[in-house]
Structure formats: C-alpha cells, structure tokens
C-alpha cells in the first residue's frame, strides 16, 4: 500500500525567505513522487515529478524537490518565496503497479507575508 | 490545446436529488480519472478509465456513484440520490500514458444541502 505524509497543513513564510514543504511517503513498489499545485480558482498543475532519474528534480517556478530513499522523503523547496508563490501545495506518489492513479498527501496552504 | 474541462463548476442540490458531473478530458488522453476532496481531507481516487473501460474503480465509495465514459471520450460521474456526505470538490485529470504528468480540470465543486 501506498502513503503520503505532508507536515503541517499551513506554512507561513516572509517574502524572500526559504520556503520548505515537508513530504514523507511509503511505498512497497519504487514510487513515482510528484508535487502539484492549486492556485484559488484554478486546477492542479504539476510542479514537478520524480521518475527514478536524478535524485534532485526541478520543476517550475524555481521550486526543486529532493528524493531520499533512505528517508522515505520528497521535500519541496525554493531558495526565496515570492507572493505569488501564494496557493496550497500536494505531494502525491505513484506507482508501477497502480495504473496512474496518485494518492495524495494532506496539502499544504502556504501563504507569503509582505 | 484545450486543457481538461469539468463542469458544472459548482452545482449545489437537496438530499435525495441526483446530479451528474461532466468532465472531457484532452484530446487522444486514454486515461481518465476522477477524483473527490471532502473539505478538510485529502484528495482521493475514485476510479480509472482506459478509454471507456473501468481499469480501476476501488474508490468508489458506494453505489449510489456511476460513472461512464462514453466511446472513449468525455465521462460523467452520476451522484443518486445525493447524500450530504457526497459534497465536496470532484477533481478529473486525463494522462496519455500512466505515470506521467496528469492534467487536471478545475474541479465541479458539489453541496449538497
């Protein structure tokens, strides 16, 4: 069976500072990992995907993800948030046997102070 | 290229009605997926075509749900009778193949009162 963890529902953040957003997942087949997404008003939109390549993924916006095995995890990062950076973020995993579905993480709001 | 599209964008109806949630996913995209987030919860995976064929429909919560994908193309999801349980948002994404990028619609944000 297949799980996703997000750490902390809400995370706060100044503009400019380090944006990290927690993700821990378990997986009895080598997974697939992505973060998605949604801004108000809108759909998912994929940010980037892990695929069994380069351990470090980037993705769009400057955000960049990290697969550790070892630790079971996919945080999301970007050096320095901007406003618009504003929306609720899902880590979700995948797997050989699964047909493509994902299951989903709990999603994280993040939200930019000025 | 038009991306997926769902609509009714919001539909709200009494206990006991029926609705039916429509989504057309992109073009020459076999796989379909329908999904539901009850408020507070996680995004969860109802069910999977390929073409029009249910490769998958363990999500399914129970039978008052249908869904079909008629010729391959566009898929309704039918909700009879709603419950209040049921509302929530009902996400459709589509994929060309299993494992890559899945593009979701903006979601058909269901209340039922």
């Known amino acids: 069976a297949q799980s996703v963890t997000q750490l902390g529902s809400h995370v706060s953040v100044s503009e400019g500072a380090l944006v990290l957003l927690r993700c821990n997942y378990s997986?009895?087949?080598?997974?697939?990992l992505f973060w998605y997404v949604q801004y108000p008003n809108q759909g998912l939109q994929l940010l980037l995907k892990?695929?069994?390549?380069?351990?470090l993924v980037k993705g769009i916006n400057g955000f960049e993800a990290e697969f550790k095995k070892s630790e079971t995890s996919f945080h999301l990062t970007k050096p320095s948030a901007h406003m618009s950076d504003a929306a609720e973020y899902f880590c979700?995993?995948?797997?050989?046997?699964?047909?493509?579905?994902?299951?989903f993480g709990q999603g994280t709001e993040l939200s930019v102070k000025p | 290229e038009a991306g997926v599209t769902q609509f009714p964008s919001h539909s709200v109806i009494e206990k006991g009605q029926t609705v039916t949630l429509r989504c057309d996913p992109i073009?020459?995209?076999?796989?379909l997926y329908w999904y539901r987030r009850v408020m507070g919860k996680e995004i969860k995976f109802l069910l999977h075509?390929?073409?029009?064929?249910?490769?998958?429909e363990s999500g399914m919560p129970n039978n008052r749900f249908l869904a079909e994908r008629t010729g391959g193309t566009y898929s309704t999801l039918k909700v009879q009778p709603a419950e209040l349980e049921d509302s929530g948002v009902y996400f459709c994404?589509?994929?060309?193949?299993?494992?890559?990028?899945?593009?979701f619609g903006q979601g058909t944000r269901l209340t039922v009162v």
């Open positions: 994404a589509s994929t060309g193949q299993i494992n890559t990028e899945a593009f």
């Open positions: 997986s009895s087949v080598p997974p697939y």
């Open positions: 892990y695929t069994s390549a380069a351990t």
């Open positions: 979700a995993v995948s797997g050989n046997n699964q047909g493509g579905k994902l299951i």
């Open positions: 073009s020459g995209h076999d796989n």
């Open positions: 075509f390929v073409k029009e064929s249910k490769q998958d």
